[in-house]
Nanobody, 120 residues
């Protein structure tokens, strides 16, 4: 069964940290790029970070230097460590998986999302 299951969202004060987790079906997603996206109320979904299967990360400018994406193959989990959080980081964060033959923000599989709220 193809699944992406996120956890770790919550309420945090500005300047604080949260770590999001995304557990994936290991056998199916071998070779896939794993990404994180977010959508704030009234706004379009936006790219946050991605991790190529080979291990190279890539970040949106708005989170560069504050967020870190990583993967633990033993746990079949992708993480998004979020530090120095700002109120504008408030959104529903979703994990996604992209097959090797796709590009850009064209991801085939999505998790259900987890809410992150940053208070000022």
């Amino acid at each position: 069964q193809v699944q992406l299951v996120e956890s770790g969202g919550g309420l945090v004060q500005a300047g604080g940290s949260l770590r999001l987790s995304c557990v994936y079906s290991a056998r199916f997603f071998t070779g896939y790029t794993m990404g994180w996206f977010r959508q704030a109320p009234g706004k379009e979904r936006e790219f946050v970070a991605k991790l190529f299967w080979a291990g190279t990360p890539y970040y949106a400018d708005s989170v560069k230097g504050r967020f870190t994406i990583s993967r633990d193959d033993a746990k079949n989990t992708v993480y998004l460590q979020m530090d120095s959080l700002k109120p504008e980081d408030t959104a529903v964060y979703s994990c996604a998986a992209q097959s090797p033959w796709r590009q850009g923000n064209d991801y085939e599989y999505w998790g259900q999302g987890t809410q992150v709220t940053v208070s000022s």
